[in-house]
């Protein structure tokens, strides 16, 4: 008789090794893929901090550059601001000269027999006083006023009954802007 061998242990056995070793492998690739994610979600949470360092950093440039911004938009403001103040001095500085250019155009104009003895300029309006010894003079004299003269008026002429001399008043408005011309001869 032969003897019969029962190979039903054996291969049992080895479908169970196999098994074993599927399921160290699913085992290890799982524990391998679960490092892997683990160690990409650290770098991720790192990288996210990072980020929001960064994201703080440009708030925090944000905010700065918003309040320069404003300071800037305050130092224009005040430097316009400025700019008018020195226009209105050049303005001003300009005009100062100008009563002596009124002044060589009335001593341009004056006739030698003729002489001011006020000269008073206030918001475009000049008041000439003066003297003269004939009456024609006087005439002479508001003709021969200057372009920047504009209505020309004569307020008051007269002569004294005890003076030798002709009194007169003579309100024009003036152009602070234009140079004065000399009469002609």
Known sequence: MTPRINLLPTRES???RRKRRRILALTAALLLTGTA???VNVAQCRHRSGLE?????????????????????????RIQ???????????????????????????????????????????????LEGQATE????????????VDFAERQLVEAGKA????????????????LREPALPEE
Do not use: M
């Open 14 to 16: 080895r479908a169970l």
């Open 53 to 77: 360092t960064d994201l703080e950093a440009s708030r925090a440039t944000a905010t700065a550059l918003r309040r320069d911004a404003k300071a800037a938009g305050a130092l224009e403001a």
């Open 37 to 39: 994610l683990g160690t």
């Open 135 to 146: 009456d024609a003079s006087i005439t002479r004299f508001l003709r021969d006023l200057p």
């Open 81 to 127: 601001e400025q700019r008018r103040k020195n226009a209105a001095v050049i303005r001003w500085l300009e005009n100062r000269a100008q009563p002596a250019k009124a002044l060589r155009g009335l001593a341009a104009a004056a006739p030698a027999t003729l002489w001011l003895t006020r000269y008073a300029e206030s918001d475009g309006v000049t008041v």
């Open 161 to 176: 009954p005890e003076d030798a001399v002709f009194s007169f008043v003579i309100r024009a408005r003036t152009d602070p």
